[in-house]
């Protein structure tokens, strides 16, 4: 039985698209901690709150360069560009990357 629960988990995290959900829920509770840590105190010390913010901060400001270095890929979404550019702050390459992969498919 524990044999069977491991091949449908490891089967669940290599599918791609599973991969990309789940790394989106963790930008999220990492974005979603670090702004609560300002409104209200969390059970953490304060240096791991300090890094939680710095490590959220850095996500941030490394999706604003994909923006600017893949922005082609990222105006290829299908939606108004604004919610493209804040996708892609968000989540990065998690948003472009199957945007560019499908044109590139069809091609």
Do not use: Q
């Not at 524990?2 to 974005?31: D, H």
Request: hydrophobic letters at 60%; charged letters at 15%.
């Amino acid at each position: 039985m524990a044999g069977m629960l491991n091949c449908i988990e490891i089967t669940v995290l290599r599918s791609p698209g599973m991969f990309n959900v789940l790394s989106k829920i963790v930008l999220l509770a990492v974005y979603g901690l670090a702004l609560v840590s300002y409104a209200t105190p969390l059970p953490l010390s304060a240096d791991a709150i300090g890094w939680l913010r710095i490590v959220a901060l850095v996500l941030l400001a490394a999706h604003l360069l994909e923006v600017v270095l893949c922005f082609r890929k990222v105006a290829l979404h299908h939606g108004p560009l604004f919610d493209s550019v804040l996708l892609t702050l968000l989540f990065g390459f998690l948003h472009w990357k199957p945007l560019a992969d499908a044109e590139r498919r069809a091609r």
